[in-house]
């Protein structure tokens, strides 16, 4: 029988190592490499028609439920929720095109103003101011509303109340007063009375629109991250 300690090596020889296989890189560094961060895809052109058209007749909707007299021949509707939200949900343009079609098919004759009213009428009267306002509230209020993509939890619903707090404020209001001056009798201290009845009620519509628009942006995030 052959000694096995006749194949060992003499003293002081060195053994050569085996061969090292080569190291493997991790697989999280690859994945780093190979897959780049996605880019974002904008909306197709269809995909803000359809928004627009769908925040257009909402606003009708709220605009030919039942509102309550004042007295001024400018009852409280629900039009501002209907502005507000489309601004908060839709951004600056996109709120204020919504807001600007549910005008012109208004203005065109169709029946979608408070009361059920419609066409080029409407602008000789009481209400005009309000209307006009609407498109530049939507406006201010989309452009407001984008200082929510940097907030969260409940500071995000303040700055949506905050935004359309500010547009209804800066805009409907003081264009709906000059309205009612220009196409009534009553002075301007008279009409600034007349309109602070609407003060309270579209308070209470912005606080629901924030809401509504806060519970929009949670199933839809796209829709706060861009904004147009």
Do not use: N
Not at 160 to 183: E, K, N
Request: hydrophobic letters at 55%; glycine letters at 10%.
């Amino acid at each position: 029988m052959t000694d096995a300690r006749q194949h060992s090596a003499p003293p002081g020889t060195a053994i050569a190592d085996a061969p090292q296989s080569p190291a493997l890189p991790d697989p999280a560094a690859v994945l780093d490499v190979a897959l780049p961060e996605p880019a974002e895809r904008a909306l197709p052109a269809t995909a803000d028609v359809a928004l627009v058209a769908v925040f257009a007749a909402f606003i009708a909707v709220c605009a030919v439920v039942p509102g309550i007299p004042t007295g001024t021949g400018v009852p409280v509707t629900l039009q501002t929720f209907g502005v507000v939200l489309a601004g908060l949900v839709l951004g600056w343009r996109r709120g204020a095109l919504a807001v600007l079609l549910y005008l012109a098919v208004g203005l065109a004759g169709v029946p979608v103003f408070s009361g059920g009213t419609g066409g080029l009428a409407v602008l000789a009267g009481p209400s005009v101011g309000y209307l006009l306002g609407f498109p530049l509230a939507a406006a201010l209020a989309g452009v407001l509303a984008s200082a929510a993509r940097k907030a969260t939890g409940p500071a995000r619903y303040l700055v949506l109340v905050a935004s359309g707090l500010t547009a209804t404020a800066l805009t409907v209001h003081p264009l709906g007063i000059a309205g009612i001056v220009l196409r009534t009798d009553l002075t301007a201290g008279e009409a600034f009375a007349a309109g602070a009845v609407f003060f309270p009620g579209d308070t209470v519509k912005t606080l629901l629109a924030a809401a509504v628009a806060l519970a929009v942006f949670a199933a839809y995030p796209d829709l706060l991250r861009r904004r147009r």
